[in-house]
């Protein structure tokens, strides 16, 4: 297709500032908080993260969608990102795994996209300012329709203090099949992708997900071995219901945080969270082991961190820092075995240092379930 055939298209930021593209993906308009990502691969991952809920994507690769999309890449039953902007979008895919190509999944899905603008100017705007809202729009405009279009990227509700846990949680139980005798493990929903769930079952884990307002009781009721608190979008100040849970179950069982849940398992201690300028979202962060000394290179998708230092008589211990900018990224309780990391070890897209920990959880899993005491944290 060529730029005279292609429609045009803008994306107005609340500052006021126009970037004028060119159209693709659903045909219409959206709003979300605009965030870039560094990965090279891994868009549909992106997609249908639950952890970009209300957000729109940039991604700094400059060609997108060139191979398509398969079925088995697939972190949810849906996208939940509201809008994409590429630099080139490719309506050619090839790849023998590939059934869809971006464009009809996008289609599909309601995702309105952009192509064609300078993402690398959009990216250096939003290190050096911060994230903002935005609207894509998909047709012509003028400047009456452009300070329209502002002003509802301005009136847009920020994501800061929301709980967006009801949005994409699981409504029901459920099961994975599994035919092995494997410990129970309870996995708190609060945006999981997929690729978590596969790897506690690799590691050798029976699963059971459960809604974000399932109450402490009901988790114990199912006779878990093992506690795992998911991933998920936004604020982690939001859901205060998910603070007392974790605040009730601390202790009581072998316990693994990823991203949001990380976050969380630091307020319910009575710590806090504050917000980056403008995030981590990537698959080449590097992250440096404090136990080991090792340095793994991590994917990453979250807006806020955990303030170590705030949390109350040094319950926790840092065990891993980003070394961009010296961020916490692991924490370890002194006494239970208790442990969360800010990155995504699933690796959904990404690289697999971080596979380890996975088999970490599931060594505690297992001593907690032949012990007749919760036994002592113990090294990475």
């Not at 402490?216 to 100040?237: C, E, F, K, R, T």
């Not at 990391?341 to 959904?348: G, I, K, L, T």
Request: charged share 20%; glycine share 10%; proline share 6%.
């Amino acid at each position: 297709m060529s730029l005279l055939n292609k429609p045009p298209a803008v994306l107005a930021l609340e500052d006021g500032t126009i970037y004028y593209g060119y159209a693709f993906g659903y045909h219409g308009q959206t709003v979300g908080e605009v965030v870039f990502n560094t990965s090279m691969t891994g868009y549909q991952e992106i997609l249908t993260d639950p952890s970009y809920n209300g957000q729109i994507v940039t991604m700094t690769y400059p060609h997108i969608g060139n191979y398509g999309v398969s079925v088995y890449d697939m972190e949810s039953n849906k996208p939940f990102a509201r809008g994409f902007i590429v630099r080139e979008f490719s309506r050619v895919a090839s790849n023998y795994r590939s059934n869809q190509d971006l464009q009809s999944f996008m289609e599909q899905h309601n995702i309105v996209g952009i192509e064609g603008i300078d993402t690398r100017a959009l990216t250096r705007r939003l290190r050096e300012g911060g994230v903002v809202k935005g609207v894509i729009y998909h047709g012509k405009t003028d400047e009456a329709k452009e300070s329209e279009l502002v002003r509802q990227a301005l009136e847009h509700e920020d994501i800061d203090g929301r709980d967006m846990t009801p949005e994409v949680t699981t409504p029901l139980p459920y099961a994975r099949p599994t035919f092995q005798e494997n410990p129970r493990v309870v996995v708190i929903d609060f945006g999981i992708k997929h690729s978590i769930v596969y790897k506690l079952e690799q590691s050798g884990a029976e699963v059971i997900v459960v809604p974000a307002q399932t109450t402490p009781a009901q988790i114990m009721a199912l006779n878990p071995y093992g506690l795992v608190l998911s991933n998920g979008p936004g604020d982690p100040g939001g859901p205060r219901y998910a603070h007392d849970t974790v605040w009730q179950l601390l202790g009581l069982l072998p316990t693994y945080g990823i991203c949001m849940g990380h976050q969380l398992l630091g307020l319910a201690v009575g710590g806090k969270t504050y917000k980056l300028k403008h995030g981590h979202h990537g698959a080449n962060t590097p992250v440096k082991n404090l136990i080991t000394g090792e340095v793994e290179i991590t994917s990453q998708n979250h807006n806020y961190v955990v303030d170590i230092d705030s949390i109350p008589g040094q319950q926790f211990r840092a065990t891993h820092i980003n070394l961009n900018d010296g961020t916490l990224e692991g924490m370890a309780h002194v006494r239970y075995p208790v442990f969360s990391v800010q990155y995504h070890p699933e690796a959904s897209p990404g690289p697999h240092d971080a596979n380890y920990l996975f088999n970490r959880f599931i060594e505690e899993v297992n001593a907690f379930e032949g012990a007749s005491a919760l036994p002592a944290m113990r090294g990475f």
